[in-house]
């Protein structure tokens, strides 16, 4: 939570600082061409960075665009005000392989929050508390450039998946 104020409070001061060359009034997105852009110039000699002058990468990004008003990241929470079917589940978002999604039951918080895995291989999940169903819709690149598996397909283990409830329940009984 401190980071968090932190970061927010930089970028505020940061936007209004006169030191500040161009302007951000334009999408950032436009100006992050390249993996040059995400790297600060740094604070000048004799001082405390900022947030901003000293965040690169992803952090970077992100401090970039909550300074434009745009949630890089869709932090987001899910769609609460429907419990989600087969025909019509939740959908959450992933550039990874995999995304957990706590599901807290419909309605809101009528159970403890249960974690749900969801992959590629396996993109729907099923809640064994109420029976909702999220779906991981993968936003991400066609083919990962840092799978571990070179091409195997076996994704770096030899092991069958574990099974869950949703292999053993007819799905016409879903």
Not at 128 to 156: F, R
Request: glycine residues 8%.
């Amino acid at each position: 939570m401190f980071l968090h104020r932190t970061a927010i409070t930089a970028a505020k001061r940061a936007a209004f600082h006169p030191s500040i060359k161009r302007s951000f009034t334009t999408s950032f997105i436009r100006h992050v061409t390249s993996e040059e852009d995400l790297i600060p110039p740094g604070a000048p000699p004799g001082t405390v960075p900022t947030d901003l002058e000293q965040a690169t990468g992803l952090e970077r990004l992100e401090i970039l665009g909550k300074m434009q008003g745009i949630d890089v990241f869709d932090m987001k929470p899910l769609d609460a005000s429907r419990k989600g079917t087969l025909d019509n589940p939740i959908i959450v978002k992933s550039f990874g392989e995999e995304q957990y999604a706590g599901c807290t039951g419909y309605p809101a918080d009528s159970h403890v929050t249960l974690w749900l895995a969801m992959s590629r291989d396996r993109p729907l999940e099923r809640c064994s508390e109420c029976g909702n169903c999220i779906k991981m819709e993968y936003v991400g690149p066609p083919d990962d450039p840092h799978a571990h598996d070179h091409g195997h397909g076996d994704h770096g283990h030899a092991y069958e998946e574990p099974k869950t409830m949703a292999d053993y329940v007819k799905r016409e009984y879903w």
